[in-house]
């Protein structure tokens, strides 16, 4: 049986397609093994949404195609985002990868395997159309206690910096019986505790199907389940296309975390046309404002882009004026990417790379006095924290995350305690803040 380990790069939305793919392949008589020296075939989810994210693919590559031309690997695969914008290019300058394949095609991938390698294959629809639904074969990579469950697959917003819709193709959103029966399915053991909601634009979800957005029906039938989850979590929200039906189940459902992704990019208006957001600066403020007087102890994630082409020192000024006054609870900041076959790339007034990192930095000195500021508030109180993973070489100390944090993108809980077992949320009392993180100990009782 030939072993096949799968390398997935980039954010949860590749990691879903990874564990579909994984799925697939042993579902098709292979066997998954998690380090690439013991495998026999390496699979290469690659990620292209910026330069930097093409930089870390490439490399990842080239070092599998080392091991392929020392002969410890007898196959190399590479699939996803970087095949499905540069294919002509991988095919040429990387003549070690034997299959290339793009993001609607790695459903195949198992029986491209079984053929054999007697001629390199190159698998990329023009058209990426591909969506997966609750009987696609899945092996899961994140811990027992959460999922990843993608609900939508490409967009249609088509921001002016960003190559997601050629990419992966145009929105188009799964039923609400399919998310919900997945669900259904992947807490099946009892074990599960969150399930974290993803898409391109979560917030348009069903629009396409049902001729409007039904996000919030959504929520209601998955709240609906008996089942273990405790925690819902919704990410990568637009603020152009929240409805009052959306943020009044966020409200009343405990289940759902009191924490929304929702990325502004951008405050100036100038800017924000420029990008082609759809969103105005009295709309973002109006809607934060409605958020957080209609769903008590929100916390605010958002992501902002520093250098975009146009950006004036008023323009920046502003942006960082907006955070100081707003204070959202966590921010993750991007130094603009220059991308090929992308609107911005072709607006005048690109920014200095030296500016573009000065202002990065300053953004992020902003929000670290921010969420410093914000985290000293929890000194002395009590939340709820889930247990990620034990503290290696160290008694009784775990590090977890409270429902204003997901994984691998925002701070965590350090817990110290007797009886503590990764996947299970118990009371912390917060003893000590940090810039991003919290100190704790379980709560006795």
Not at 43 to 64: D, G, P, W, Y
Request: proline share 4%.
């Amino acid at each position: 049986m030939s072993k096949v380990s799968i390398i997935s790069l980039g954010c949860p939305r590749n990691q879903l397609d990874s564990e579909i793919m994984a799925g697939a392949i042993k579902k098709g008589g292979f066997r998954i093994c998690g380090d690439l020296r013991d495998a026999d075939i390496c699979v290469i989810n690659t990620c292209a949404f910026i330069q930097s994210a093409r930089e870390e693919s490439i490399e990842r590559i080239l070092e599998a195609a080392r091991l392929k031309k020392e002969g410890r690997l007898k196959q190399l695969v590479i699939c996803g985002c970087l095949p499905q914008l540069y294919k002509a290019k991988l095919a040429d300058e990387l003549r070690e990868a034997d299959l290339i394949i793009g993001t609607s095609d790695f459903p195949g991938l198992p029986g491209l395997l079984k053929r054999g390698m007697r001629r390199r294959r190159i698998v990329v629809s023009a058209v990426p159309d591909y969506l997966y639904d609750e009987r696609s074969p899945r092996l899961t990579f994140t811990p027992p206690h959460y999922a990843y469950v993608k609900i939508a697959e490409g967009c249609s917003n088509f921001c002016s910096y960003c190559i997601i819709s050629r990419l992966r193709g145009a929105f188009r959103s799964r039923s609400i019986k399919s998310v919900v029966e997945e669900v259904r399915r992947l807490s099946g053991d009892g074990k599960l505790k969150e399930i974290i909601l993803i898409g391109q634009d979560t917030t348009l979800f069903g629009i396409d199907r049902y001729g409007k957005a039904v996000f919030g029906e959504l929520l209601r039938r998955i709240c609906a389940l008996k089942n273990s989850v405790e925690w819902i979590r919704i990410l990568y929200t637009h603020p152009a296309h929240y409805n009052d039906e959306l943020i009044s189940v966020i409200r009343d459902e405990p289940r759902i975390c009191k924490y929304l992704d929702l990325p502004i990019q951008h405050i100036s208006d100038n800017i924000l046309k420029r990008m082609n957001r759809r969103v105005t600066h009295r709309e973002i403020t109006a809607l934060i404002g409605k958020l957080r007087k209609n769903i008590p102890g929100l916390a605010l994630r958002t992501s902002v882009i520093a250098g975009f082409p146009g950006e004036t020192d008023k323009d920046f000024r502003e942006l960082v004026a907006f955070m100081r006054d707003v204070k959202f609870e966590r921010l993750g900041a991007f130094i603009y990417s220059k991308e090929d076959r992308t609107k911005a790339s072709r607006l005048d007034g690109q920014v200095p790379e030296e500016v573009k990192q000065e202002r990065f930095d300053i953004i992020m000195k902003t929000q670290q006095a921010v969420s410093r500021g914000i985290n000293k508030k929890w000194l002395g109180k009590t939340i709820d924290v889930l247990i990620d993973e034990k503290i290696p070489a160290a008694n009784n100390e775990f590090i977890g995350r409270s429902e204003f944090d997901a994984p691998e993108i925002d701070g965590t809980v350090y817990l110290s305690g007797d009886d503590i077992k990764i996947g299970g949320i118990y009371k912390a009392g917060i003893k000590d803040t940090l810039e991003y993180d919290l100190v704790g100990e379980k709560v006795r009782g």
